[in-house]
């Protein structure tokens, strides 16, 4: 083995720095790829996570099981499997997606799974007699819902809510398996041609992303003080069970 | 368009999913020696101990799971350490899991902390005894829940591996998928494997946290 | 003529049947007052007047409209009824200005400003108008009562039904809302009333309805049913009531 001196050691971290750095801004704009990503599917999941929410709550059982299953099949499929089958499954049948329609799909339905189960927490954490008072006034069940049941089941939401965040912050990255061009992807720019400076490129990542789910989990962190209602507070409402935040 | 379907695939899948149980299993108890070792440094280890270990812990806990894969399996080497696929798979994910499961075996310390360790000083025992007989098998009691939720956890994560060419479930699916072109068959497959291993596995844990639990210790302390 | 007609209510909970066959009627600007043991169906009676629950047999007509008629608008009568809980039930998520405007706002369709102008006036009548803000956990529980009561009464209702309204208030606070619900019965405020206060039934209600195991026992003037009863249970009770509650306020 040879035995670098340390002045040349530091010589090649100084110029892997360098050409990290010149690759930087192509970095950022593929991660804002991510961002995009993580914005439609937490977009598609708030979504489709409340309609299931209040199936499971409110429905039947025609549409209350369906959608107990849903939510059950949606949490159990690794994102890798659902991702494959949103891309490459229609593919196989002549149909193309793009990779970001595929991701924002499948990686979207994953996390609606969750939220539902965050939402029915929510739900169900609040009174009877909320929905009875209001009902009591006049209010249409689908009335009381809407004004009365969701604006309270969001706020006590928020915490899990959070969490979930930072877990599909993450998971975006999931996306590098069906061609999606988001930062991972960008990254082997660097690693084809510079093969030393691997660590260093996914350390850079690794360092943006620290940034990235601090600032996100802060901001939400921030959103939740703002939205804070005297005596509407709940421990436990909880999604994937891997907290981020204490 | 026909579906195809070959019942020689069965075997070849089975094969994988056994890769995936393994490298579950090991990477939880890699994770759970690691992220015990990694809490009493935080809770007991004075700043020297206890702010490295919190670094570590934000972060494997900030970063996605690929990305540290994709360290281990080709920023490892530039290091000079190389390892084999499925050992840069198990270790990126040990990694990974150790980082949150030392935040619940905090936690449970933390929660039976206190009380319990002023007691049991009482009775003229060292720090280290006290964390040994009475601490940790209450802690580690309370964590059994959050195990058996990284064990699932880590049952679905680990079909990253497959990015680094490890033959698991997932890569042996994409590899019939790709020969055949037949993705939508095989990953329907993999994916009724996936619940029906899940479904299993999540019974089974619930069966074991039954016989293990002591009435009225740690029912809530996954929220603490 | 009568404004509130309850014929022959049933109703059943499983095996246990909770109201077997209750009839009574109230004239418009009446207070009656229903007392009785604990888990004897007053709650479900109350209820079944604006069909929180459904009763199994039996009618209940608002003026000339059938509440319990299967093609009613009920949304549309329970707008009419006030409805204020034992435990309160405001709004967790809005202020007491809010929680007394958003009906008038969703049900009624009132544009906000008037809706708004409305609530402040009607939390004044209940002496809260310094409280506009709050929100209801930061209320004591006599506040968030007084708050519960403008928020009926900012629907205009033609009657309020009254679920224990001062049972789950600490001794101190049930005065100030029984005084609201004492100028209700004086400005003419139809009101039907499950309260076990003797003092406030003595000094409002027209009537007093004594249930017992789902059906009523006796119904009379306060001062006839209190010192005279004809049954010997409402006797008994009135008793256990006196020693419990005491004879004052
Ligand atoms: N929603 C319900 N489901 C089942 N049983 C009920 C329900 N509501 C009331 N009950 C039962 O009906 C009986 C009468 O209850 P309630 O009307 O609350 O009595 P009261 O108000 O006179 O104390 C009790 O035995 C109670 O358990
Ligand atoms: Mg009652």
Redesign the pocket.
């Known amino acids: 083995m040879e035995v670098s001196s340390p002045i040349i050691e530091k010589r090649i971290v100084i110029e892997g720095i360098a050409v990290i750095g010149r690759y930087l801004p192509g970095l950022l704009q593929a991660l804002l790829t991510n961002v995009q990503l993580l914005l439609a599917l937490l977009a598609v999941g708030f979504a489709i996570g409340t309609v299931v929410a209040l199936l499971q709550v409110y429905a039947g059982h025609f549409l209350g099981v369906p959608a107990f299953l849903y939510e059950w099949v949606f949490r159990s499929i690794p994102a890798l499997v659902l991702l494959f089958l949103f891309y490459f499954g229609p593919l196989q049948f002549g149909v193309s997606i793009p990779p970001f329609f595929a991701a924002t799909l499948a990686l979207g339905f994953r996390s609606s799974a969750y939220q539902s189960q965050i939402f029915r927490g929510a739900i169900q954490a609040i009174p009877q007699g909320q929905m009875m008072a209001a009902r009591s006034m006049g209010m249409s069940r689908v009335r009381a819902i809407i004004s009365i049941i969701l604006p309270q089941a969001f706020r006590l939401s928020l915490p899990a809510w959070s969490n979930e965040f930072s877990s599909v912050v993450k998971d975006t990255t999931l996306a590098y398996a069906v061609g999606l061009n988001e930062i991972l992807r960008h990254a082997r720019f660097i690693t084809e041609r510079y093969y030393n400076l691997a660590m260093l490129a996914y350390l850079t990542i690794a360092l943006i992303f620290l940034v990235l789910t601090y600032s996100g989990n802060w901001s939400l962190g921030w959103l939740e003080k703002r939205l804070r209602i005297p005596g509407l507070e709940m421990a436990g409402v909880s999604g994937r069970g891997r907290n981020l935040s204490k | 368009m026909g579906l195809v379907f070959d019942w020689a695939w069965l075997p070849q899948l089975a094969h994988g999913l056994l890769i995936t149980v393994e490298i579950t299993v090991v990477c939880v108890l890699v994770g759970i020696v690691l992220g015990l070792l990694l809490a009493l440094g935080r809770v007991y280890g004075g700043r020297l101990l206890s702010i490295p270990c919190s670094l570590y812990i934000q972060f494997f806990r900030g970063t996605p799971l690929l990305v540290q894969l994709l360290m281990v399996y080709y920023g490892f080497p530039t290091w000079g350490i190389t390892l084999s696929p499925i050992m840069s798979g198990i270790l990126a994910l040990g990694l990974n899991t150790a980082a949150y499961q030392a935040e619940y075996f905090r936690g449970a310390i933390q929660a039976v902390q206190g009380g319990q360790m002023m007691a049991a000083r009482s009775t003229g025992m060292s720090l280290a005894q006290a964390i040994r007989y009475i601490i940790l098998p209450q802690a580690f009691r309370i964590v059994i829940p959050s195990w058996s939720n990284e064990l699932i956890l880590m049952l679905k994560y680990s079909s990253i591996v497959y990015m680094v060419t490890v033959m698991d479930i997932m890569g042996v699916g994409n590899t019939i998928a790709a020969r055949h072109f037949s993705f939508f068959e095989v990953f329907i497959i993999v994916a009724l494997l996936y619940l029906a291993l899940v479904f299993i596995v999540s019974q089974l844990l619930r069966m074991v946290e039954r016989h293990v639990q002591i009435p009225g210790l740690g029912e809530h302390a996954e929220h603490r | 003529m009568n404004l509130l007609k309850v014929e022959n209510i049933h109703k059943r909970?499983?095996k246990?049947e909770?109201l077997k066959g209750v009839s009574f009627e109230l004239k418009r600007g009446e207070t009656k007052i229903v007392i009785?043991?604990?888990?004897?169906?007053?709650?479900?009676?109350l209820?079944c007047i604006n069909r929180l629950?459904l009763p199994d047999k039996g009618q209940v007509w608002l003026g000339g409209e059938e509440i319990t008629h299967s093609k009613s608008n009920i949304n549309q009568l329970r707008a009419k009824i006030g409805f204020v809980f034992q435990d309160f039930n405001l709004f967790s998520h809005l202020t007491a200005l809010k929680n007394v405007s958003i009906a008038p706002i969703k049900v009624k369709g009132m544009k906000k400003e008037e809706a708004a102008k409305l609530a402040m006036e009607e939390l004044e009548r209940v002496g809260l108008g310094d409280k506009a803000d709050a929100y209801p956990a930061q209320l004591s529980g006599g506040q968030q009562q007084r708050v519960s009561i403008a928020r009926a009464l900012a629907m205009s209702p033609k009657l309020i039904l009254f679920?224990?309204p001062t049972s789950a208030l600490d001794p101190e606070l049930i005065g100030e809302v029984l005084e609201v619900m004492i100028n209700l019965a004086k400005d003419g405020m139809t009101m039907l009333v499950?309260s076990h206060e003797m003092g406030f039934a003595r000094s409002v209600a027209d009537e007093v309805i004594f249930?017992e195991h789902g059906v009523i026992v006796e119904q009379g003037p306060p001062q006839q049913l209190f010192s005279n009863p004809k049954h010997r249970r409402t006797g008994e009770f009135l008793h256990k009531i006196t020693e419990l509650y005491g004879e004052t306020n």
């Not at chain 3, 009785?36 to 009676?45: A, E, I, N, Q, V």
């Open positions: 909970y499983g246990e909770v009785g043991p604990s888990g004897t169906g007053k709650s479900t009676l209820r629950s679920d224990e499950i249930m």
